[in-house]
């Protein structure tokens, strides 16, 4: 069993009441969930949804809300940071293997596509509205 306070929107494991009575910060007015209930709506939270009071007091599962500009172009920013560490990585590895002779036929076409792909996303405009990523190169091998 658990319980749910939506001021807070957050979850209480019955076996822990005495503790979070001891320390005071036992919720005022906590919803009882049972543990069917409390696994469905953590489980759909894997799905995108999020845990909201209903107006009741009750948790339920509903849709997020929309990204601001803001925050789509900050995620759109981070992606775009990992995307270029993970090419240019892989371009390093690929341009010693060339500058060693080590390189396979295979390993210099795929350079060449390493670093077009990263070019492609040093062009992208993070705080535009629609993004259209370019396509990760696949490895030799």
């Known amino acids: 069993m658990y319980y749910y306070d939506a001021k807070t929107n957050s979850f ?9 009575l001891r320390a005071g910060t036992w919720p005022d007015d906590p919803v009882a969930v049972s543990d069917d209930d409390y696994c469905m709506l953590i489980s759909g939270c894997a799905d995108g949804k999020i845990i909201k009071g209903d107006g009741t007091g009750k948790p339920v599962l509903v849709d997020p809300p929309p990204e601001t500009p803001e925050q789509y172009a900050a995620r759109a920013a981070e992606k775009k940071l990992l995307l ?3 090419s240019e990585a892989r371009i390093a590895i690929l341009s010693r293997a ?6 396979t ?5 795929e350079l060449t596509r390493w670093e077009r792909y990263s070019v492609q996303l040093s062009r992208i405009d993070t705080g535009a ?7 990760v190169p696949m490895t030799a091998g």
Do not use: H, Q
């Not at 209480?12 to 979070?20: A, C, F, N």
């Open 12 to 20: 209480y494991p019955e076996v822990l009441k005495g503790d979070y």
């Open 84 to 86: 270029t560490e993970v």
């Open 98 to 103: 060339i500058r060693l002779e080590m390189a």
């Open 129 to 135: 509205a629609d993004i259209s990523w370019p396509e």
């Open 105 to 109: 036929p295979d390993e210099k076409t």
